[in-house]
C-alpha cells in the first residue's frame, strides 16, 4: 500500500480528444498502472475473475462507445497509448462494476457480492435560495473501496470541439463527477437493479451529460444512449434547475428539488422505480440512514448553506456507522470509504475537493485556468468520531 495523499494531483489536459488522453497517460502512467492492478487484483479476489476473462469483457463495450460518444474512445485510445497499456486495459478501468460479475464472458445483470453491495457515494444539490450567498451548489461524498484514494487525480480537460470539464476522476478513467465551463454539474451515484446488459458504460454518462448547457439537454442526452447499468446522477445548471435521474439500463425517473434542496443515496426513491430496488437487505439501512442525515442537514442550514458550511456536513458522523463521510473499519464486511469529498460551485467554476475521509483531511480549492490553492483543514473536533 502506497501512502494516503494529501491532496490529490492535479493536471491540464488540452487538445483534440486522441491528444487529451495521450496527455493524460504520459502525465499519470504509474497511477493508471497501479489502478490497473489493484482493480484486476481485487476482481480475482472477490469474484475469482482472471484477467482474460475481465478484459475479454471489458472490449465488448467498446462498440457502445464508438456509436454514441466517440470522442470519448479516441480519450481512451490516447490513455492507453500515452500510458503504453493494451486498448482492452484501459477500457477496463472504464468499466469497474461492469465487469464484476461475468457469466462466461458475458456481463451478469447485476451484482450480487458483498464486497460489491453499492453502498458507494451521498450527493447533494443545492439551488440559490437555500445557500447563504445564492450560489447554487452540487457535490458529493464519493465512496468506493480504499485504494481509489490512492489513484485519484484531479483534470482541467479543455478539449477543442466542446465544453471544457473540471473533474475528480481515478487514474486513467476519462469520465467521473465535475463540472463544465457552461455552469453544468453533474454527480452520481451506485443504484443496483436486474436488466445489466452490454450497453453505454455508466462511468460516461457524466461526460456525456457535461457536454451539455441545461439540465434538460444533459437529461434528454442519457436518455438517448442504450444504458449498459444502472446509474443515479444528480444535475444542476446556471439556468437554476436542478433534478436527480434514477436510471436503469431501460427505464428512468426524475426528482425534482423540494425547497430548493435535493439529494440521493443509494436506492431507489422514485416511486415508479422502487420494484426496481435489489441492494442488499443488509445494506439497505446504510443508504437510507445516509439519505436521511444529508437531507436533515440540509434542511437545518437551509439559507445559510456555503461551501464552508457544506464541507462541515460533509464531515459528519453522527449516525456512526452508517456515516457520510466513511471511514476505514466503519463496516466489518465492506472496504468502501470515503474516498474523495467534492463540493462544486458550477456557476462560478469552482470544486472543494478532500482526500477522504473528509473528516481527517482538507479541502483544496480548485478552478478554471488557476492553479490548485486554499488548503481548508478539519476543524480538530471533526477528526474524531
Known sequence: MTATPHTFPFHRLAG????IGRQF???????IGRHRDLALARLGRNKAITPAVALAAAARYRAYVLDHAPFLDEEVQGVAEGARLPLAEAYLLQLRAEVAAPVGDTPA??????ADAGDECTTFAILAGATRDGTP???????LPAFYREIGVVLEIVPDDAPAVLMLTPAG?????????RGLGVFANFLTCDGWRLGFPRYFLSRLALTRESVGDAIAAVRAVPRASSRNLILLDGHGVAADLETTPTADARLDPEDDLLAHSNHYVADSLRDEERVSAAYLPNTQTRLARMRELLAADRGQLDTTRMQAILRDRATYPDTLSRAPGDAADSDTITFASVIAAPTRGELWIAVGPPHEHPYRRHAFGSTPATLVPPPEAAVAD
Open 173 to 181: 478513467q476519462v469520465s467521473y463527477i465535475g463540472i463544465n465551463d
Open 109 to 114: 445483470p447485476r451484482l450480487a457480492d458483498p
Open 16 to 19: 483534440t480528444h486522441r491528444a
Open 137 to 143: 451548489l452540487i457535490g458529493q461524498n464519493a465512496d
Open 25 to 31: 497517460g504520459e502525465a499519470c502512467g504509474d497511477l
